[in-house]
């Protein structure tokens, strides 16, 4: 097998046969969370340093988790806390960092395009763990993991993905993702929360969510952004939840077989209700569950081999 | 030193020699259980299971290590080894581990191996368990038993060819290392 990707920074720039080597070998490494002792030597004496400039709870306890897993070493820097607040910037800070030689750099930021100029500048490996509304490849591979792990195929799956299209990462990196790997998708928000362009994206739009409920396979539900919105998109939480929002009404109207989806953190009462994120159709802790193993699988080939020997 | 077998034959003739060399060692069969390195291991593991279980008329258990993520080359190698599943579905400790590998030869294998069934739990013992010995070694390891000692120029690889159902040994494969 081969794998010449430095950095994993989009989706996009994966073929469908490289995802299906992630989600493939992430099984093996699943299996390593589950025993007694949670560790293997594989990446001894390698450094990763996670660079979170936003918020995170899941991600980052994620990354931290699959790194020590596989016996590399981590360190965790936050905005709050760094020389950030005192007006260094990012760059100045990454060369830095890049100073300490880390063999990796996982970072979020708050906007679109720096982990791309980080993999182009730095010799370290990068990784993407969410940049603004551009990708968070990391969220769609471990989702499209989960939903193959339940239906053993992708292909042909008609996934919704419902909510604040507009500002989620989670859900451009999936629908890159799964167009790639012959799913169907369908994404589903108001209008003032969808993107300008969506009609390019290849996927199928709706502007309504009883339509399309009751013909999916999975249910994505996504959190509306108030820290990404600037303008008022919806007149209240009550009527957004009453047009898009996932609650038992909407369940009994699921295909018997789909299950539901949430990439965290999610805002019950808004987007999703307790029947909903709690009934025994939800997969939303798997989703974390198979998180970490997915991270293990890309630590372990952005590290794992030496790459830059030719 | 003898030829090299190649057909199932006398493959076959090889698997009875271990296992009448393990009858003759192994008092007891309560507590033993077979794990094979894969791939190729877990084939001849597979096979010793299956007589053993018929001349002792005892179940014993048998797993599948991958030792991919205990390899001491990993970050030296150009391409990246495939990650496969370790498949151990017994609880390891206080059993009497026969490890089985296809072919002994440097020994680092053996030592991943060990380091993998260490991290499951603390087994009574371990005993190796290989079909080919080619000297070479590099590391302080020896087998407890062997199916036979050859002797290889260092460009050649041995491996076992798995039968179309992959139950079985169809044969042995020497080739050529690629450089």
Known sequence: MSWSHKDLISIADLSGEEITTILDMSTSFKEISRRDIKKVPTLRGKTVVL??????????????????RLSADTTALSASGSSFQKGETIMDAALNVMAMAPDCIVIRYPYAGLPRKLALE???SIIN???????HPTQALLDMYSMREHFGRLEGLHVAIVGDIAHSRV????????????????????????????????????????PVVNDADVIMMLRVQRERIEEQCFPNEREYAHFFGLNKRRVDMMKPDAIIMHPGPMNRGVEITHDAADGNRSIILNQVENGVAVRMTLLYLSLGGNINVD | MAEIPRGPEEIQALLSTLTEELLATIRS????????IRTGGDLIAKSLVRILEERT??????????????????????????????????????KDIILVDDVLYTGRSIRAAIDH???L???GRIYLLVMFDRGGRELPIQADFTGMKISLPDEQVIKLEPSADKDSIAGVIISEVKR
């Open chain 1, 51 to 68: 660079l979170f400039y936003e918020a995170s709870t899941r991600t980052r306890l994620s990354f931290e988790l699959a790194a020590k």
């Open chain 1, 122 to 124: 730095l010799p370290c």
């Open chain 1, 129 to 135: 763990a969410g940049d603004g509304t551009h990708e």
């Open chain 1, 171 to 210: 859900a451009r990196s999936n629908v890159y993702g799964l167009k790639k790997m012959g799913a169907r998708v369908t994404v589903v928000g108001p209008r003032t929360l969808l993107p300008p362009g969506v009609e390019t994206w290849g996927v199928e739009v709706s502007c309504e969510f009883d």
């Open chain 2, 29 to 36: 069969w309560d507590a033993v259980a077979f794990i094979g």
């Open chain 2, 57 to 94: 008329g005892k179940q014993i258990p048998m797993g599948v290590l991958d030792i991919t993520l205990y390899r001491d080359d990993i970050t030296r190698r150009k391409a990246y080894p495939e990650v496969k599943s370790t498949d151990i579905p017994f609880a390891v400790d206080d």
């Open chain 2, 117 to 119: 069934i260490v991290d």
């Open chain 2, 121 to 123: 739990g603390r087994p």
